[in-house]
Nanobody, 119 residues
Framework: QVQLVESGGGSVQSGGSLRLSCTASVYTYMGWFRQAPGKEREGVAAIGYYGSTSYADSVKGRFTISRDNAKNTLYLQMNSLKPEDTAMYYC?????????????????WGQGTQVTVSS
């Protein structure tokens, strides 16, 4: 069975930081997505097994995705947070094929962790 569990969400003021973690029973190609009410789910960041990364334009320079393969853990360091970053954030495991930021490229999903950024 595949299990992904996110943690680290919460409420923070604009300009603050949060670090999200995801423990996963599979750890090949991983990504973070987010979804705000009334909006489509969007890709935030993705990482390959050996550390290649990709970021959405909206978070470049502020967010950093990383992984610890020995611990089967995925991270998202979120700095300089803005109110528009408010969303439910999901950890996901990607199949080898498919574009990085298509949600249907990912086979397994966590339950999500809420991030709320106040102005």
């Amino acid at each position: 069975q595949v299990q992904l569990v996110e943690s680290g969400g919460g409420s923070v003021q604009s300009g603050g930081s949060l670090r999200l973690s995801c423990t996963a029973s599979v750890y090949t190609y991983m990504g973070w997505f987010r979804q705000a009410p009334g909006k489509e789910r969007e890709g935030v960041a993705a990482i390959g097994y050996y550390g290649s990364t990709s970021y959405a334009d909206s978070v470049k320079g502020r967010f950093t995705i990383s992984r610890d393969n020995a611990k089967n853990t995925l991270y998202l360091q979120m700095n300089s947070l803005k109110p528009e970053d408010t969303a439910m954030y999901y950890c996901a495991a990607k199949r080898p094929e498919g574009p990085w930021f298509r949600s249907d490229s990912y086979n397994y999903w966590g339950q999500g962790t809420q991030v709320t950024v106040s102005s």
